[in-house]
C-alpha cells in the first residue's frame, strides 16, 4: 500500500511501507506483549471489584485447606460461620454465592468467632467448618 501526499515542497510525495517505522507503545497502566505477529495487551489497574474478587478466592483457598485439616471428605457439605472485618467481609459478602458453590457449603454465616474456629491472621479471617 502506497499513500500519495499532495504538494510537498512544491511536489509529490509517495509513502510506502519502508518509509513507516510502527512501534507499540503501551498506554499507562497497560503491559503489551508481541510474539510472532500476536499482540496481548492486559490492563493492570486493580480496581475494587477486582480486589475483593481476589480477597474471595483467598478465602477459598483458607476455607477449603480448613476443610482437609479438620478430615473432611472433598465431597462432604459444610455449614460455614466466618468472621472478617473491612474489604475482606465486603467480598465475602459480595461472593457469598460463589465462594458457597466452591466450597460445598450449604449455609454460610457471619458471626463472632469462638475457641473452636480456625484463624489466619494475615487474611484476618476467622471460620468455623461444620459437616452438614
Known amino acids: 500500500m502506497t499513500l500519495d501526499v499532495p504538494e510537498v515542497e512544491g511536489g509529490k510525495a509517495t509513502i510506502g511501507p519502508d518509509d513507516v517505522i510502527i512501534s507499540e507503545r503501551p498506554r499507562q497502566g497497560w503491559s503489551v506483549v508481541n510474539e510472532q505477529g500476536e499482540t496481548v ?62 466450597v460445598l457449603a450449604t449455609s454460610m454465616a457471619e458471626a463472632e468467632p469462638g475457641d473452636d474456629w480456625a484463624t489466619e491472621p494475615d487474611l484476618g479471617l476467622s471460620i468455623r467448618v461444620v459437616k452438614a
Open 41 to 102: 495487551a492486559l490492563d493492570l489497574e486493580i480496581t475494587p471489584e477486582l480486589a475483593r474478587a481476589g480477597l474471595s478466592r483467598e478465602a477459598v483457598r483458607f476455607i477449603q485447606d480448613t476443610r482437609k485439616h479438620v478430615g473432611l471428605e472433598v465431597s462432604d457439605r459444610i455449614s460455614l460461620s466466618w468472621h472478617a472485618a473491612g474489604q475482606l467481609a465486603e467480598a465475602i459478602r459480595d461472593h457469598a454465592g460463589e465462594i458457597a458453590e466452591e
